[in-house]
């Protein structure tokens, strides 16, 4: 009976692929003829104006990702989900040279979490164990006063130390250590989420655990250990049966077992750690904790959380069993600081609650966002090892972490959900340079977890699939458009382009303030050109780099000093001038790209009506927002 239900269960998994894989067939070669194609649905007398299938094709798209969106929201609304305040959590918290007013308004937001003191756990681990980073730790002391705090400084993390240290700390532990291969590594045998080699001698087998992408050849192991494995045994087998073979394994830091000691002891924990990225900060968290907790929560250290942010998130995971992970609505802390943060809240906000929240409707979120989400523990734990040992073109991934968490957990056959009732603020760049920085580590991340992601398109829904493929091959096919018009040796063509984007960005910026309540969602209209100057060809330049890995965006206490993202933006900007300047010469010397009289009144009235726009929205933009909103002014003294 149990071979019938495997059988079945691999025949519906074949069958789910094929549907799935046809379906992403039939979607990639509708949009490519729809693009390519270009036939115009609706056009003016002069078919000076055109509107083709590809753009009705995204006003559909766009229209019923705000359709499921507004369910989605409307499902929230309506609450009434039980918290049984039962399950256990530890709050994550991942810190890196971070501004020290940031960090103590996280730290106190975590502190007023409405959340049972027993249930509720607090881990912040920072990333660098040098004097400079010790602040961090004493500021998480001070706020932390009142309750079972314990800290410690590792010289180590998990993956980098000290190996002769080691080896001499098990000489002295194991007498039977002298007789040992000098070349062997150790692990801890009890690790979770390890792959096992099984080994023996007729009915004798022994195993040993090794990491995920870290197997290392076998050699042989002296006589001495296997007489101290093998104590278990009764005294007739330890006579009788010969000494098997082992596999090499690799040793661990034994300081590692204090760590975990002081994790699970106290409830309150601050590790300060050798220098890894942010993945090896995570790791050493969800690694020491192993299976003490029910959920864990991520957070950054520059996040700021609403104190029942926790609770619902719980309520999500414990309202359905398939669901094994869900992110909150983050908001932007400092929008007041310049015109890249104030957009970027604006996006934020359409990425959360129309795009996360159309996902969350079929059960798919392709990303709980670093600053706020909580994981189902047990199933995290399976794919910790994996997760961490990640490698792209022969690279060991260290951005990206929270995607591909997230992809974890979708590989699974689990959902991800997202809710808005749960919310936090966290800080964004609020200079230009750090921004690109910013956004070229998110993209390298976003294309390489694509390709990850279209392995598990059929386990869930086909919106997964669909939009996957929509959203992956839309910059693509904006640059073609734009390169295209720029060369058209007609100027109305490239003021068209303009129009058409902005007058997409304008509608698009209407329905949020309809979802929102907030007219401040207007301005959201004036992102368009942002994503056109800047970000666009920063995707290029994420994908030709994909394979570099770093941190990404410098610590918030040190000035940016990777310049390299302006090299595609001034490549880009090099074409589009080029299309402009070879448009305008064509113009004078062929006849036949000479405006006729009806394009000369279209492009006036078009320029005009571009410009207008823009005076009045940077006008709206400088009395409303730039003079309204104040700046904090509150700090903490690093020096004391």
Avoid at 49 to 77: C, K, T
Avoid at 231 to 242: A, K, N, Y
Avoid at 531 to 538: D, Q, R
Wanted: glycine letters at 4%; a negative charge; one cysteine or more.
């Amino acid at each position: 009976m149990a071979d019938i239900e495997k059988n079945e269960g691999a025949c519906v998994s074949v069958l789910r692929r094929i549907v799935t894989f046809a379906f992403a067939i039939l979607v990639l070669s509708a949009v490519i003829w729809a693009f390519v194609d270009s036939i115009p649905l609706a056009t003016d007398e002069y078919r000076i104006m055109a509107f083709g299938i590809y753009g009705a094709f995204l006003s559909v798209h766009l229209v019923i990702q705000s359709f499921f969106a507004f369910l989605e929201h409307r499902n929230m609304r309506r609450g009434g989900l039980p918290c049984s305040y039962t399950k256990s959590v530890a709050l994550t918290i991942s810190a890196y040279q971070e501004d020290p007013v940031y960090l103590r308004e996280c730290l106190e937001s975590v502190k007023n979490t409405q959340y049972p003191p027993d249930k509720l756990r607090v881990i912040m681990v920072i990333d660098g164990n040098s004097p400079d980073d010790q602040y961090m730790m004493d500021m998480f002391k001070e706020v932390f006063a009142n309750e079972d705090v314990g800290t410690y400084v590792w010289q180590n993390n998990y993956h980098h130390w000290d190996k002769d240290k080691a080896e001499k700390f098990y000489s002295n532990e194991n007498p039977y250590d002298s007789q040992l291969n000098t070349d062997i590594q150790w692990i801890d045998p009890q690790q979770q989420g390890q792959s096992t080699i099984y080994e023996g001698i007729d009915d004798l087998r022994y195993q040993g655990d090794v990491n995920y992408d870290n197997m290392i050849n076998q050699r042989q192991v002296a006589q001495g250990m296997e007489m101290d494995h093998r104590r278990h045994l009764s005294g007739d087998q330890l006579q009788e049966e010969p000494l098997p073979v082992y596999t090499d394994i690799e040793m661990e830091d034994p300081t590692r077992q204090e760590i975990e000691t002081v994790i699970r002891k106290h409830r309150c924990v601050c590790i300060m750690q050798k220098w890894g990225g942010k993945r090896e900060v995570m790791y050493t968290a969800f690694k020491a904790l192993g299976d003490s907790v029910d959920y864990v929560q991520v957070c950054d250290s520059d996040t700021k959380l609403e104190q029942l942010a926790t609770v619902e998130l719980v309520k999500v995971l414990e309202s359905n069993d398939r669901y094994g992970a869900v992110g909150g609505d983050v908001r932007i802390l400092n929008l007041s600081d310049s015109y890249i943060s104030f957009m970027s809240s604006l996006r934020y906000w359409i990425a959360f609650n129309v795009e996360r929240a159309c996902q969350s409707y079929f059960d798919c979120v392709s990303c709980i966002s670093g600053p706020l989400g909580l994981y189902r523990n047990d199933l995290l734990q399976t794919f910790l090892e994996s997760w961490y040992n990640q490698k792209f073109l022969g690279t060991h991934c260290t951005f990206g972490d929270d995607r591909h968490l997230t992809n974890r957990m979708l590989s699974i056959g689990y959902a991800t959900k997202y809710t808005a009732r749960s919310k936090c603020y966290s800080e964004t760049p609020a200079q230009f340079l750090r921004w690109l920085n910013q956004q070229t580590r998110w993209t390298k991340s976003y294309f390489r977890e694509w390709l990850y992601n279209a392995l598990w398109w059929h386990k869930h829904h086909l919106w997964m699939t669909y939009e996957s493929i929509i959203a992956g091959i839309f910059p693509f096919f904006v640059t073609i458009t734009v390169i295209k018009l720029f060369f058209s040796c007609h100027l109305w063509d490239i003021m068209w382009v303009l129009l058409t984007i902005q007058l997409i960005a304008f509608v698009k910026a209407l329905y949020a303030c309809f979802l929102r309540g907030n007219m401040v969602m207007i301005f959201m209209s004036l992102y368009a050109v942002l994503y056109m100057a800047g970000l666009l060809p920063t995707k290029y330049f994420a994908i030709l780099t994909m394979n570099k890995s770093s941190w990404g965006t410098s610590g918030r206490k040190k000035m940016v000093g990777n310049y390299m993202p302006l090299l595609p933006l001034s490549i880009w900007w090099g074409i589009l001038f080029a299309g402009l300047l070879y448009t305008i010469i064509m113009m004078s010397l062929c006849t036949d790209c000479r405006l006729i009289e009806m394009e000369k009144t279209y492009l006036i009235y078009g320029s005009a009506a571009y410009i207008s726009y823009w005076v009045l929205m940077v006008s709206l933009y400088w009395l409303w927002i730039k003079r309204l909103c104040r700046k904090r002014k509150d700090y903490y003294d690093v020096e004391n």
